[in-house]
């Protein structure tokens, strides 16, 4: 499945049983070797409450907290699959619930929670929160903000994203001292208060062709920077998502489509 590009395998775990060890997930995402994909989700029960548990890996076999372009692709999976006919569909994460609803268009739109700022909880290194910081990064330093959407991310205003270095800095913010868990890094070129174009590069997986967390923290970057106005769409390499936010303490929604491109078979 993807989600603007941002591709997924994705395995149903209620009507047989998976466990995938880091090996095998490496072998899947592997786009020579393997399937290939950006991430690889488990559906599964719960007994949360909620409806389904999904579970995320990375391309490198990391187990991560939340994903945006997967959290739609989840949902068109359970419908298309006949697990569930509830609408919206209640799906826990490792960070939390969240909910996803197909629209008639057959887009889908999730409530991706509320935006966490306190370094602590991203995690982020610092002395105190603040809505920019200065980043040491191979001799010059950056302004970036940070902020998890379930999981982190860094976010830096560019003047064009084409140009930005998203594959060389990127990759050294990613492991930065700074982000304990390592981080998403995101480059925004704001076009106008409500279009913005966003390039990321994504903790385990690389540079990605859309992002669906990424949007929602660059979104709600720019909003808090007082740059942007609610709503904003959002131009990735993949396609457009539409992400609106009414500020603090409230959920960022995003907006965009999820397609199923095969279905198969694999021996591991
Ligand atoms: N592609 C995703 C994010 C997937 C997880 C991310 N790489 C991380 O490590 O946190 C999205 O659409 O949000």
Not at 55 to 71: K, L, S, T, Y
Not at 211 to 225: L, N, P
Request: negative net charge; contains cysteine; hydrophobic residues 40%.
């Amino acid at each position: 499945m993807h989600g603007l590009g941002n591709d997924f395998v994705v395995f149903d775990c209620i009507n047989q049983n998976v466990s995938l060890n880091r090996e095998q997930i490496r072998f899947i995402a592997d786009r020579h070797f393997g399937i290939g994909c950006d991430q690889i989700l488990l559906v599964e029960k719960t007994s949360t409450g909620a409806d389904f548990f999904y579970r995320i890996f990375n391309a490198d076999g990391g187990e991560v907290e939340q994903c945006g372009n997967g959290a739609r692709c989840f949902v068109r999976f359970v419908h298309d699959h006949g697990l569930t006919k509830k609408n919206p569909v209640r799906v826990t994460t490792l960070s939390g619930e969240i909910t996803p609803v197909l629209q008639e268009n057959g887009d889908v739109m999730v409530d991706m929670g509320i935006p966490l700022f306190e370094p602590e909880r991203i995690p982020f290194v610092a002395d105190k929160q603040a809505i920019t910081y200065l980043l040491d990064v191979e001799g010059k330093t950056v302004k970036i903000s940070v902020l998890s959407m379930g999981n982190p991310h860094a976010v830096r205003i560019v003047e064009n994203v084409e140009t930005a270095p998203v594959n060389s800095e990127g990759a050294f913010i990613e492991t930065h001292p700074r982000f304990p868990k390592r981080v998403n890094v995101g480059y925004m070129q704001i076009d106008d208060r409500h279009h913005i174009r966003l390039r990321v590069f994504e903790r385990g997986a690389g540079e990605t062709l859309a992002c669906g967390t990424g949007a929602c923290a660059a979104v709600v970057t720019g909003i808090r920077q007082n740059l942007l106005d609610t709503p904003v769409s959002v131009s990735t390499r993949g396609g457009k998502l539409s992400v609106s936010w009414d500020g603090e303490n409230t959920p960022v929604m995003m907006t965009g489509p999820a397609v199923s491109v095969f279905e198969g078979e694999i021996n591991l």
